[in-house]
């Protein structure tokens, strides 16, 4: 049985208030089920904003919930005088896990190879793992990094999926990367279709993003994977 991922990428999403609901709901309702995740084979990882991470992790330990944290970024520098940034030996505290490449971050703050490249850098030096995006199988993977995800521009917020079968074709060429051993699809993954990208042979989890904001619908994304 392959090793499944389901990452939430909660974006510039969620205040603590609405954080703490979206917790008490997965404890509550057993959206999430504990015994389920101890026998079964899926990680689930919870992106949140920074500014959520503390309470986030206080509130999965109280709660006995089978939730690790990423973040949705780390600053390419080391500790130190970088003003705003938010540095991989602070993130360590927090989180096992770090988003980098994402395609918003890219277009909206020029984030270019070499930064990209730097930020991997320093999460691997922390003992962090980066997520690492790419748009299609010619993107730039870092050396060091093990997961990356398939988030095609024209499906990330649009509704429109890329089909099943071409996620499973560009997977199939990011494996042959050197060190790439785990590749995810992201882009308006749902209860409906999530099903349908797990069984390709080359996906091996999903990022999901408005989806993940309803811990019902995030729920159904992971009991039918
Ligand atoms: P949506 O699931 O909202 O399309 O977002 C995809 C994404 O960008 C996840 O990182």
Same mark, same amino acid.
């Given at each position: 049985? #392959?090793? *499944?991922?389901?990452?939430?990428?909660? /974006?510039?999403?969620?205040?603590?208030?609405?954080?703490?609901?979206?917790?008490?709901? +997965?404890?509550?309702?057993?959206?999430?089920?504990?015994?389920?995740?101890?026998?079964?084979?899926?990680?689930?990882?919870? +992106?949140?904003?920074?500014?959520?991470?503390?309470?986030?992790?206080?509130?999965?330990?109280?709660?006995? *919930?089978? @939730?690790?944290?990423?973040?949705?970024?780390?600053?390419?520098?080391? #500790?130190?005088?970088?003003?705003?940034?938010?540095?991989?030996?602070?993130? /360590?505290?927090? &989180?096992?896990?770090?988003?980098?490449?994402?395609?918003?971050?890219? #277009?909206?703050?020029?984030?270019?190879?070499?930064?990209?490249?730097?930020? &991997?850098?320093?999460?691997?030096?922390?003992?962090?793992?980066? @997520?690492? +995006?790419?748009?299609?199988?010619?993107?730039?993977?870092? #050396?060091? &990094?093990?997961?990356?995800?398939?988030?095609?521009?024209?499906?990330?917020?649009?509704?429109?999926?890329?089909?099943?079968?071409?996620?499973?074709?560009?997977?199939?060429?990011? /494996?042959?990367?050197?060190?790439?051993?785990?590749?995810?699809?992201?882009?308006?993954?749902?209860?409906?279709?999530?099903?349908?990208?797990?069984?390709?042979?080359? @996906?091996?989890?999903?990022?999901?993003?408005?989806?993940?904001?309803?811990?019902?619908?995030?729920?159904?994304?992971?009991?039918?994977?």
């Amino acid at each position: 049985m #392959k090793e *499944l991922f389901i990452v939430a990428n909660w /974006k510039a999403n969620m205040t603590s208030s609405e954080a703490t609901k979206w917790l008490q709901r +997965c404890q509550i309702s057993n959206v999430i089920r504990r015994p389920a995740d101890q026998i079964s084979n899926k990680d689930i990882v919870i +992106c949140p904003p920074f500014t959520l991470l503390s309470m986030m992790r206080t509130q999965i330990e109280e709660r006995k *919930l089978p @939730i690790k944290l990423g973040s949705q970024d780390v600053s390419p520098f080391p #500790k130190g005088a970088y003003t705003g940034e938010i540095a991989a030996d602070q993130l /360590k505290e927090f &989180v096992s896990y770090v988003i980098i490449g994402h395609h918003e971050r890219r #277009k909206y703050f020029r984030e270019d190879d070499q930064m990209l490249a730097n930020k &991997v850098d320093m999460a691997l030096a922390s003992g962090i793992v980066p @997520i690492y +995006c790419v748009q299609d199988e010619h993107t730039i993977v870092p #050396k060091g &990094v093990s997961i990356v995800v398939y988030e095609p521009v024209f499906a990330i917020g649009t509704g429109e999926p890329d089909t099943p079968d071409n996620a499973n074709s560009v997977a199939t060429g990011i /494996k042959e990367k050197a060190g790439v051993q785990t590749v995810l699809y992201g882009g308006s993954v749902t209860p409906d279709n999530v099903h349908s990208f797990m069984i390709m042979e080359h @996906i091996d989890g999903v990022l999901v993003g408005s989806a993940s904001l309803d811990p019902v619908s995030f729920g159904r994304i992971y009991t039918r994977s």
